[in-house]
């Protein structure tokens, strides 16, 4: 009985994370095959863009969205490390993998950080809500429809506040535009980088 206690407490405590959402564009348009491959190809640059940057793989809590993925960062790594240098990874990664490949890879990605809590079919909370809403909004779609990169970017308030604002490593707080992201119940502010 103690321990059953013990295990729901663990369960209802909240955990800081860094999260990480990414999201493949258009893929519904896919048959079955090409998702097939594309999931594939997903997991493997999405693995080798966090190797690149340092980051080991079995340290983060991975969660498969269909077209995407939920990616849940331990306190212990760095938010700069996750917009440099894994944000020029992933989008090192992607245009590699887009070279030669018969379907190309767009992604939206979206970096938060708050409280997440651990639920029997994973992991849910406010934050984690707040990030697929961000990696849902209409300014990420407009922008990858004008334009040619494979990648784009939206960076919480709070991410911008306490590391793009300053500048650190190789983040230029110039290139993120800020952007207004109205997605169901939520309308928050934002900022946004082509990568």
Known sequence: MVIEEWVRARRSSPRHRSIVVLDMVGSSRWDDPGQLRARAA???????AFRRAGIPWWRLVVADRGDGMLILVPPSVSKVDLLDPLVPALS????????????RIRLRVAIHAGEVLRADTGWIGTDVNLACRLVDGEPLYAELARS???????????????????????????????????????DVRASLLVA
């Open 42 to 48: 997903l997991q493997s640059v999405v693995r080798g």
């Open 92 to 103: 090192s990664r992607l245009g590699e993998y887009n070279a030669g490949a018969r379907t």
């Open 148 to 186: 040619s990169s494979d990648l784009v970017l939206v960076v919480s308030e709070r991410i911008h506040d306490a590391v793009v604002r300053h500048g650190y490593r190789g983040i230029d707080p110039s290139a993120y535009v800020p952007v207004r992201i109205v997605v169901k119940e939520s």
